[in-house]
């Protein structure tokens, strides 16, 4: 490799762990490795601060074995609200006792480099629009489908992030006003019709609607899946009648931002995409019947995320080099 390329660090710090890239100037990974973190004490800000420090040495290794020109810049992509006006991390999911850290400036001085954060989703979408399903496109919507809806937004190239950083979450648009109680606090937000807990829930209305008793079979939305393979697609049954009306809500919360974004390209990732040959088509069906004819031809097909684990270290790295800002 040149030493001239420009090159970077990218950091995606997780509920479950630390994943880190050493990727070069056409966004390819050179070096991936990933920590996991102890569940409670290691998720605080001094335990995840003290594994990235230990994963820049690691990745600053591999760079000059491969002969890279040290040091490079970092990006550490982290859940939460990331206020750009004072460079504070606001507040953070999963993450107790992360408010108003500056953790940007704390890794600047501890590795005496520059450090940018950026929220994991952003990373993500930066990511597959650097060097994965949405290469060279400048306008993307993410979804990343998981325990939550996550989403991250490419406007003209920049992402959007909102006055205080806590833009681009459409996981809490009201699909369904007065529907399913959210985790935020509100009801019927799109998080609670598309994730992964949603098609639990979806699936037992269905079971009951059967006319089923007792608890539901399946505990996770791969157990559905898995089920429903089993028995072949069956529309009488309600595994395959929660899949579709799971689509459904998926596509119908899909069109709704297609309208607002008109993006070039929608990316989904996250854990559900195992089951993509199955959900991809309603999904798509349903967002296609609800969307103008003039911006449609733009989104499909929908795209499948294609760095896997790594985004979210690429798009942390593509911010280390100023893409998306
Ligand atoms: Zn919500």
Redesign the pocket.
């Known amino acids: 490799m040149q030493s001239d390329t420009p090159a970077a660090l990218g950091l995606d710090v997780g509920g479950h762990g630390i994943k880190a890239a050493l990727v070069d100037g056409a966004g390819r990974v050179l070096h991936f490795e990933k920590r996991e973190i102890a569940a409670l004490g290691g998720r605080a800000v001094d335990a995840v601060e003290e594994r990235l420090v230990e994963l820049v040495a690691a990745l600053d290794a591999s760079a000059a074995e491969l002969g890279v020109e040290t040091p490079l810049p970092i990006g550490v992509g982290i859940p939460g609200f990331h206020d750009r006006r004072t460079g504070l991390l606001r507040q953070s999911p999963n993450f107790p006792g992360w408010e108003d850290v500056a953790v940007a400036a704390r890794l600047t001085e501890r590795l005496g480099r520059p450090v940018i954060t950026e929220n994991d989703a952003n990373a993500a979408v930066l990511g597959e629009a650097w060097a994965g399903a949405a290469k060279g496109c400048d306008d993307v919507l993410m979804l990343t489908l998981g325990t939550g809806v996550g989403s991250g937004i490419l406007v003209g190239g920049h992402l959007v992030r909102g006055h205080a950083g806590a833009g681009a979450e459409a996981?809490?648009f009201a699909l369904y006003p007065g529907g399913r109680k959210?985790?935020?606090g509100?009801r019927g937000?799109f998080?609670r019709y598309a994730s992964g807990p949603a098609l639990v829930e979806t699936a037992e209305e269905a079971w009951f609607e059967e006319g089923q008793t007792g608890d539901l079979p399946v505990t996770s939305a791969r157990e559905v899946f898995e089920l429903e393979a089993e028995t072949g697609v069956r529309p009488d049954l309600w595994a395959s009648r929660a899949i579709e009306r799971w689509s459904l809500d998926l596509g119908m919360g899909l069109a709704s931002l297609v309208h607002i974004l008109s993006p070039g390209a929608i990316v989904i990732g996250g854990g559900l995409i195992g089951a993509w040959d199955r959900f991809a088509d309603p999904a798509q069906a349903a967002l296609s019947k609800r969307t103008h004819p003039a911006i449609r031809g733009d989104v499909l097909p929908l795209r499948r995320a294609a760095l896997g684990e790594a985004a979210g270290a690429v798009g942390a790295a593509a911010a280390a080099l100023g893409h998306g800002s």
């Open positions: 996981g809490h959210c985790g935020c509100q937000c998080e």
